[in-house]
């Protein structure tokens, strides 16, 4: 029962450097999101999807970029890692949207550190 | 501008008893809001929800009610029990894509044995 698997769980990267977080589903959901949280907030949106090959930008979503290839995964990327990434990035899908709204399933985490 | 707001980073309560948390929202357009829990190096899981038609909706020993003229959401949560200490998220959006929702900053509860 996996559910969300996000890969991996923790990095540390110099600044300037890149690197790619790999979300995966197995509930067959149409959409899936990435999100980071900084400590002491709530969950940010950075981008998202609503199916196979589609991506649209969240609330924070530059320096980074998405793909989703396969329904069943949706990557996020860092060209250029900035301190200012340094964050816990959770991945999370949900049934297609519509009536009723679906929930959220989140994966566990990737803490990001960038030195 | 925080368009959700939880206004309390902490609560303490005993166990047996009562725990409140609060919400605020600014944005009208909002229409479905959820609660969510957190653990420790865990995802957040979803607890209950509630749509702008309702002003009450139970799971259990949690109740959401929504005011939409205060624009103000709490969680209710009876008897507590210490397996519920953990981060409460609130989170708001539109109707028609709940997964584009905007999180509050979270109330870290504590229930005492």
């Known amino acids: 029962n996996a559910g969300v698997t996000q890969t991996p769980k923790f990095r540390v990267l110099k600044t300037g450097q890149s690197m790619t977080l790999l979300c995966a589903q197995d509930?067959?959901?149409?959409?899936m999101y990435w999100y980071r949280q900084d400590p002491g907030m709530g969950l940010r949106l950075i981008h998202y999807s609503v199916g196979e090959g589609t991506t649209a930008k969240g609330e924070v979503p530059d320096g980074y970029n998405v793909s989703r290839l396969k329904k069943q995964n949706f990557l996020l990327g860092l060209e250029s890692a900035a301190p200012s990434q340094t964050s816990v990035y959770f991945c999370?899908?949900?049934?297609?949207?519509?009536?009723?709204?679906?929930?959220?399933?989140f994966g566990e985490g990737s803490r990001l550190t960038v030195l | 501008d925080q368009q959700v707001k939880q206004n309390s980073p902490s609560l303490s309560v005993q166990e047996g008893r009562i725990s409140i948390l609060n919400c605020d929202y600014t944005n009208s357009m909002f229409d479905y809001f959820l609660w969510y829990k957190k653990y420790p190096a865990e995802g957040p899981t979803f607890l209950i929800s509630?749509?702008?038609?309702?002003d009450k909706n139970e799971d259990g020993r949690f109740t959401v009610f929504l005011n939409k003229s205060a624009k103000h959401l709490s969680l209710h949560i009876v008897p507590s029990q210490p397996g519920d200490s953990a981060v409460y998220f609130c989170a708001a959006s539109g109707y028609t894509n709940a997964g584009k929702s905007t999180f509050g900053d979270g109330t870290t509860l504590t229930v005492k044995p």
């Open positions: 999370a899908s949900s049934p297609t949207s519509g009536t009723p709204p679906g929930e959220l399933f």
């Open positions: 509930m067959n959901h149409e959409y």
């Open positions: 509630i749509s702008s038609i309702k």
